[in-house]
Nanobody, 121 residues
């Protein structure tokens, strides 16, 4: 059974830092791309950062230069270090495991329950 459990969210002042972690259970960690999404109130869920199964990393323009995604194979976790946080970073952050299937319209996705990040003074 696959489970993704996020932790590390909270309230932080503008300019501060947070480190989100996602613990992954189930035998998927080496096979799946691991992503962090976020969803702010009234907005669509957006991809924030990705680390592929081969280790390639990618970031949205909104967080590039301020965030770092990493995966720990020993702890079976994926983390998102967020620095220089802004009020517009306020959102629920979700961990996602994604794998493309053999057909273009087939993919496999698992989601965590989300963790709230609030950036406010």
């Amino acid at each position: 059974q696959v489970q993704l459990v996020e932790s590390g969210g909270g309230l932080v002042q503008p300019g501060g830092s947070l480190r989100l972690s996602c613990a992954v259970s189930g035998n998927i960690f080496r096979l799946y791309d691991m992503n962090w999404y976020r969803q702010a109130p009234g907005k669509q869920r957006e991809l924030v950062a990705r680390i592929t199964s081969s280790g390639n990393m990618d970031y949205s323009d909104s967080v590039k230069g301020r965030c770092t995604i990493s995966r720990d194979f020993a702890k079976i976790t994926v983390s998102l270090q967020m620095n220089s946080l802004k009020p517009e970073d306020t959102a629920v952050y979700y961990c996602n495991a994604h794998r493309q299937g053999p057909q273009p319209d087939l993919s496999y996705d698992f989601w965590g329950q989300g963790t709230q990040v609030t950036v406010s003074s």
